[in-house]
């Protein structure tokens, strides 16, 4: 079954601790993105990476920390110094052997600070 | 900054009606893309025009862009109730891979 997967669907983080979002795909895309979503305000980017071991800030990357280690997997850590990080949170793939691709979203991730 | 920014509008229509949103943005393109968001879903692709098109069709959907004043329009025909969601433009710049949403538009079709 292809596609991308996120995990998990909820999470409920305590304030002060650090929480890290799955993101996994086996579409053999080279590009990956992690988006916030908050309600009347869209699709902020967070981090995006094009290749293994290289990835770039988005808009809104403070608070925020991923790692791209194997081409499936783009893990986006939220950390203590986010302020605000109840969010929805999507994951993306595209595969730019050219530029005009598609983006594949995962399911998303609710996170939720208790 | 920011690039596809929709009109911030939430639609309501009957089915049957066409429904018409917009997106602008701000610097030069490789190409512009139209989602579509179920509530509480990830988003599905809807629609691809590259920069040197002005008009692309695919079964209801009619895109349109215009690169000299940086706007493109998203026209459902005929709509369904099914069509029901959030609809966001993204888009391409060029030399880079960063792929940018707007706001999105709510669109509701009452049967």
């Known amino acids: 079954d292809g596609g991308i997967t996120q995990s998990p669907k909820y999470l409920f983080r305590k304030e002060g601790q650090n929480v890290t979002l799955s993101c996994e795909q086996n579409l053999n895309h080279d590009a990956m993105y992690w988006y916030r979503q908050d309600p009347g305000q869209g699709l902020r980017l967070i981090y995006y990476s094009q290749i293994v071991n290289d990835f770039q800030k988005g808009d809104i990357a403070e608070g925020y920390s991923v790692s791209r280690e194997k081409k499936e997997s783009f893990p986006l850590t939220v950390t203590s110094a986010q302020k605000n990080p109840t969010a929805f949170y999507l994951c993306?793939?595209?595969?730019?052997?050219?530029?005009?691709?598609?983006?594949?979203f995962g399911q998303g991730t609710r996170l939720t600070v208790v | 900054s920011q690039q596809g920014e929709e009109d911030p509008q939430a639609l309501s229509i009957q089915e049957g009606e066409n429904a018409t949103m917009n997106c602008s943005y701000k610097?030069?393109?490789?190409?512009l893309q139209w989602y579509r968001q179920n509530s509480g879903r990830g988003l599905v692709h809807l629609i691809l025009i590259r920069s040197n098109e002005r008009e692309k069709h695919s079964g209801r959907l009619r895109v349109t862009l215009d690169t000299s004043k940086k706007s493109s329009s998203l026209l459902i025909t005929a709509s369904r109730a099914a069509d029901t969601a959030s609809y966001f433009c993204a888009t391409v710049r060029y030399g880079n891979n960063r792929l940018a949403f707007g706001k999105g538009n709510q669109v509701v079709v009452i049967p």
């Open positions: 610097t030069s393109i490789n190409n």
């Open positions: 993306a793939t595209r595969t730019p052997l050219t530029e005009n691709t598609e983006a594949f």
